[in-house]
Antibody, heavy 116, light 107 residues
Framework: QVKLLQSGAALVKPGDSVKMSCKASGYTFTDYIIHWVKQSHGKSLEWIGYINPYSGGTNYNEKFKNKATLTVDKSSSTAYMDFSRLTSEDSAIYYC?????????WGQGTLVTVSS | DIQMTQSPSSMSASLGDRVTITCRASQDIGNYLSWFQQKPGKSPRRMIYGATNLAAGVPSRFSGSRSGSEYFLTISSLESEDMAIYYCLQSIQYPLTFGSGTKLEIK
């Protein structure tokens, strides 16, 4: 079955970067785009962007354009998100998701805590 | 960006009640509207797609409907397992945008 397995929680210092992963299984990785979504504590969901694993093409929310970089490694069916120049506002759970119709699949989320 | 205005932000209802949550879109989104359920510590789960289509495995007490630019998620007879936060999502245009969420509690 389709699974998106995300990397574990990260504790990072302000100003640092963090790279999180999302390993896909159960389907052909290059057939579907991968979305990334942010959920700050107790708040709603924000779409960060997507990457097309086949072409490497990306589409970012303007809000995250200078913050997030999406990449993939086709050989390992893994999508990555690099989040840079972290501040306390970036402390959140980050999800990868395949938002296809009719089936949608989400990773379990990666908790990022920014603290000195 | 398309704004999704969701209401109410929270509500409390009794078991067996009929519950309706609303999302209003700031622009025409056709039927590109999904509803997600999120329980504490869990990832979101899609309940409805295409405004009115029940996702696989979702109980039939859930339904989605539309009237103009307003979209509705209805639970016909509330059960205890329905306690969660519900979000709408428009997917007609990037950036994708979510509603602010409705926290549903059981009285």
């Amino acid at each position: 079955q389709v699974k998106l397995l995300q990397s574990g929680a990260a504790l990072v210092k302000p100003g640092d970067s963090v790279k999180m992963s999302c390993k896909a299984s159960g389907y052909t990785f290059t057939d579907y785009i991968i979305h990334w979504v942010k959920q700050s504590h107790g708040k709603s969901l924000e779409w960060i962007g997507y990457i097309n694993p086949y072409s490497g093409g990306t589409n970012y929310n303007e809000k995250f354009k200078n913050k997030a970089t999406l990449t993939v490694d086709k050989s390992s069916s893994t999508a990555y998100m690099d989040f840079s120049r972290l501040t306390s506002e970036d402390s959140a759970i980050y999800y990868c998701a395949r938002l296809t119709t009719p089936f949608a699949f989400w990773g379990q989320g990666t908790l990022v805590t920014v603290s000195s | 960006d398309i704004q999704m205005t969701q209401s109410p932000s929270s509500m409390s209802a009794s078991l067996g009640d009929r519950v309706t949550i609303t999302c209003r879109a700031s622009q025409d989104i056709g039927n590109y509207l999904s509803w997600f359920q999120q329980k504490p510590g869990k990832s979101p789960r899609r309940m409805i797609y295409g405004a009115t289509n029940l996702a696989a495995g979702v109980p039939s007490r859930f339904s989605g409907s539309r009237s103009g630019s307003e979209y509705f998620l209805t639970i016909s007879s509330l059960e205890s397992e329905d306690m969660a936060i519900y979000y709408c999502l428009q997917s007609i245009q990037y950036p994708l945008t979510f509603g602010s969420g409705t926290k549903l509690e059981i009285k």
